[in-house]
């Protein structure tokens, strides 16, 4: 009924219905704010909200089949954006630094996140989420965070959303509708209850053992892209839900840790 309203509102736009400026209005905000909806319902964005998305079958979940062109996601902007910020990057250094999302084949120069999906390609950024998931959902340590996950959605709805979004950041078109305003939302009102110190540590300890099981290519410079990918999101979530990161660990295999 929602996702009817929403049609509703857009389409005022389209048939003359006379609703003018105020018509207008509606279906702007409708279509900003369609995420958003998905968020609060807790279901997978519908057609038209990921373009190019195919599916296909596997023995455990469908997987997402992405174009490897890379582009700019809804996303990708924003995240660029913190990483410069976060190290007082500006002018020209920081152009020179966003002018491409294909990674330099020189090994003596950095993969930037926003350049990974040059690199891993779909099929590898679907391999590391899913991974992440599935040792989520087979936790049996620690229940409040598993069950975290588990009140939300399937873990079918887990891994698309978040392949979404990392292919979306990291260079790969728009995947992810809505962006941080659709990401912001889910983390304060669907998954707050892990978005602390605890949260955080067992987030973490459940990706390094995925980044660790994952083909990552040979090339070293991807897992420190990777790791560079999910502490600069990470410091903003302790930022805006106001908890400590130290102990927190980064691309560091719990066998090993």
């Known amino acids: 009924k929602i996702r009817r309203f929403i049609k509703r509102c857009m389409s005022l736009t389209k048939d003359g219905g006379g609703g003018g400026a105020e018509a207008e209005t509606i279906g702007t905000h409708a279509k900003l704010n369609a995420g958003v909806v998905e968020a609060v319902l807790n279901l997978p ?6 373009e190019k ?27 660029r954006k913190l990483w410069l910020e976060q190290r007082g990057i500006t002018g020209a250094e920081a152009d020179k630094i966003s002018s491409s999302l294909e990674a330099s084949t020189d ?8 350049q990974l999906f040059s690199v891993l390609g779909p099929d590898r950024i679907y391999g590391i989420v899913k ?11 620690d229940k409040h965070f598993r ?3 588990v009140q939300i959605s399937d873990v079918h709805h887990h891994i698309m959303t978040q392949t ?3 292919v979306d950041a990291m260079g790969g078109g728009r995947r992810y509708h809505g962006g941080w305003y659709r990401l912001s939302f889910h983390h304060d ?24 099981e994952s083909d990552l290519t040979e090339d070293p410079r991807v897992k420190a892209s990777i ?6 999101h990470m410091d903003k979530y302790a930022q805006q839900f106001e908890f400590d990161t130290t102990g927190i660990q980064y691309g560091v295999a719990p066998s090993s840790a």
């Open 227 to 232: 790791v560079d990918f999910l502490k600069t």
């Open 164 to 166: 979404a979004f990392w």
């Open 147 to 149: 069950d975290a996950f």
């Open 189 to 212: 009102y669907n998954a707050h209850q892990v978005m602390n110190k605890d949260g955080a540590v067992r987030w973490m300890y459940h990706m390094n053992r995925a980044i660790d």
């Open 45 to 50: 964005p519908p057609e038209a909200a990921v």
């Open 53 to 79: 998305l195919s599916i296909k079958d596997n023995s455990k979940v469908a997987q997402p089949t992405f174009s490897r062109k890379c582009s700019h996601g809804y996303a990708t902007s924003d995240s």
């Open 131 to 141: 991974k992440f998931y599935d040792n989520v959902y087979a936790d049996k340590e």
């Open 107 to 114: 090994p003596t120069k950095p993969i930037y996140f926003w």
